[in-house]
């Protein structure tokens, strides 16, 4: 990860924010650049970092360990905590009028519900989009409630092919449909592409 070298000042933190992007867009370095902004920008400023990954095997033990280790290095004022199982409840618990809370991420929170490691391939198709449709609500009904800012990243994943296997592309499109819901409630939407931020939704 590059260094978060980017004059505080340069960047306004919206009350709300999706950022958006593919695999390695920059999409976290955007969100923690946010983060050092808004402790810049004022005292008694706190962040919270609502993780929603899982250690399902070594590679995602270890890139878990990466996140973690760029956060202690470069927001060490940064809490982070783990929230894989209910995102909305700890944004609630966690919100305050001066914590920014950053979000990473809804992708791996929808799957972490939608596919988990056992039973996904039972389900029928009605299931795993009812399911989808009430995750989106809980985290819909949360966002107006919060009292401070929030930031929440999210992959963009539908431009690619279409996947073969049946519950990956309904993931896909209840991803895809996740997003819009949350684009359409947030003030600002940040689309991440090699690095570069480009505002599709509000002021930068």
């Known amino acids: 990860m590059a260094p978060l070298d980017a004059p505080s000042g340069a960047l306004r933190v919206a009350q709300s924010e999706l950022l958006l992007g593919g695999q390695r867009s920059g ?3 955007r969100a923690e650049m946010l983060a050092r902004a808004w402790l810049d920008g004022a005292s008694g400023r706190s962040v919270v970092f609502v993780a929603t990954a899982t250690a399902g095997d070594e590679d995602m033990r270890q890139r878990i360990a990466r996140h ?3 956060r202690a290095r470069y927001l060490p ?4 905590v783990e929230a894989a199982q209910d995102m909305p409840a700890a944004l609630l618990q966690h919100a305050a009028p001066h914590t920014l809370l950053v979000v990473d991420c809804l992708t791996l929170w929808l799957t ?3 596919m988990p490691a056992e039973g996904a391939g039972t389900w029928g198709a009605d299931v795993l989009s009812a399911r989808a449709q009430d995750l989106a609500a809980h985290l819909l009904n949360a966002l107006p409630k919060l009292s401070g800012p929030v930031v929440l990243v999210s992959n963009e994943t539908g431009l690619g092919v279409v996947p073969l296997g049946r519950e990956v592309r309904i993931w896909v499109d209840e991803l895809g449909r996740l997003n819009q819901a949350v684009a ?8 991440m592409v090699a690095g570069c931020p480009l505002v599709v939704k509000g002021q930068a």
């Open 68 to 70: 973690r280790q760029d």
């Open 112 to 114: 972490h519900h939608l």
């Open 27 to 29: 999409k976290s370095r």
């Open 77 to 80: 004022e940064a809490l982070t």
């Open 184 to 191: 359409a409630q947030v003030e600002r939407v940040t689309l």
